[in-house]
Nanobody, 117 residues
Framework: QVQLVESGGGLVQPGGSLRLSCAAS????????MTWVRQSPGKGPEWVST????????WYADSVKGRFTISKDDAKNTLRLEMKSLKPEDTALYYC??????????WGQGTQITVSS
């Protein structure tokens, strides 16, 4: 069955960096676009970034553009999100999601990022 398992979350100070990983299994990783979505307490889900199945194209929300980098390692079936210059407003539960804006069909359990001094 499809599994998406995020890791790498934690507490970081403003201005710091973190790298999230998502281990994917149960499907052909190179067949799907992959996305990061985040959700802050009391707010709805917010799209963060998407990468194409071949890893050639990527897209970012304006709120993270220039600070976050999405990538994929097809040999390891792993999706990553490099985050730098983190801000308190980046605090959220970050989800790895299979698909793009047309259809998000599988979600991981999420990993918490807290940006605070």
């Amino acid at each position: 069955q499809v599994q998406l398992v995020e890791s790498g979350g934690g507490l970081v100070q403003p201005g710091g960096s973190l790298r999230l990983s998502c281990a994917a299994s149960g499907f052909t990783f190179t067949d799907y676009y992959m996305t990061w979505v985040r959700q802050s307490p009391g707010k709805g889900p917010e799209w963060v970034s998407t990468i194409s199945n071949a890893g050639i194209s990527s897209w970012y929300a304006d709120s993270v553009k220039g600070r976050f980098t999405i990538s994929k390692d097809d040999a390891k079936n792993t999706l990553r999100l490099e985050m730098k210059s983190l801000k308190p407003e980046d605090t959220a539960l970050y989800y790895c999601v299979r698909g793009d804006y047309r259809l998000y069909d599988y979600w991981g359990q999420g990993t918490q990022i807290t940006v605070s001094s």
